[in-house]
């Protein structure tokens, strides 16, 4: 059982696909946190985000066990990701890794923003959370603590025109995926409803 959960920052997605994981028993991948990987290793080595050649390199060598670093959840780490994530070398190098994931027994649950459309177009079941961007700003400033209102929704504006305009595997919904819409949910409802969807797959 594959599911595939896309959708732009914010959305819910990440605490919807591990709140499938868990509720179905699958293994779960958050797939931003290999861009993130990648975009933070450039950070630390002072290089730019907008360094091709090495953000490739550092793609094609990611070391996965950093997966737990506490800088990778920080906004300037997501949008340094969002840049090298436009590069669909970088996207090939972390291809495989997210493929071989996904096959294992007896599911697993990945979230990102082409799972449903590049990384698994098979998977059993497709979600696409989404959220107004005002709704996504405010839950971000919450999650954040300081940061301005203006800032973290110009942040998140940013991010969507770079994620839905890339010419490779840009964020969009697949045609197949259902798409849940969070703006006025809590995360319960949004939960209940993405476990109602993959139940149905699941057959
Ligand atoms: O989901 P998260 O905010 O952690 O993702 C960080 C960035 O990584 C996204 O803005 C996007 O540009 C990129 N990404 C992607 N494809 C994925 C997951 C994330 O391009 N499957």
Redo the contacts with the bound molecule.
Sequence with gaps: MIIAVDGP?AAGK?TIARALAQHFGYHFL????L??MVGLSLLRDGKTPHDEAAAVENARSLDVSRFCDADLRTEAV?AA??IV?VNPQV?AALLDFQRVFAQQSPGAVL?????GTV?CPDADAKLYITASPEVRARRRQAELGAASYGDVLADIRA?DA??STRAT?PLVAAADAVVIDTSDMDIDQAVAAAIAVVGRAAG
């Design positions: 920052a990440g958050d797939t931003g946190s861009y993130r997501g990701a969002s994530a996207r979230d990102g923003r082409d799972i990384v991010r770079r994620d595997a």
